[in-house]
C-alpha cells in the first residue's frame, strides 16, 4: 500500500469511498459543496489517499486504481483537524486507516498541540459498524464534548488527541 498526497484525478475515487458511507454520514456523492471541498483539499496539498494492490479492480492500463482510504486535513496550528477519513470496505481491517493517519500525523502536526476528529457519537448506528470510535481510541484519541449532529441528523462527538 501507499500512501500518497492526492491529485485532481482522484476526486472521482473520494465520491466512489463516500458512495460507500453516506448511509452513515448523509449525502456527499450529488453534493457539490462535498466535491468543492474534497477539491479544495487537494489543490492545498491535504488530502491523502491510500493505494495498492489489494484495493479492489484494475480496470486496465491507463485506469486510475480505486482507492483504499482517503483522508482531509486541517492543520490550524496549535489545533489540527482530521475533516474526513474512509476506508473503502474492501480495505478495512488491513491497516490502511493507520498509515493514513500515520502520514498525516508527520506530514503536517506540529506539537504541541491537540489533533480533532469529529466522530459518531456512542448511540450513533455507525459507532459500532464503522468501528470509528475504537479505531480512534487505538490510536491514542480520547472522547470529549459531544457536538452538532451530522447532516443525516446523528449524533456526533470530538475526540482529541494531545500532540507534543
Known sequence: MIV???RERDLAGFLCLAA???HWFGPMVDDP???AAVAEHIRGSKALVAVGPDNGPDNGPDSQPPLSGGLLFGSDAPTFHIHWLVVSRQARGRGVGAALMADAMKRYVTGPGTVEVVTFG???PGAADSGARVFYERLGFTPAEVTDPGPEGGPRQVY???VS
Do not use: C, N
Request: glycine share 6%.
Open 122 to 124: 456512542a448511540d450513533h
Open 160 to 162: 482529541r488527541l494531545a
Open 20 to 22: 460507500q458511507v453516506e
Open 33 to 35: 459543496g462535498f466535491s
Open 4 to 6: 500518497r498526497l492526492a
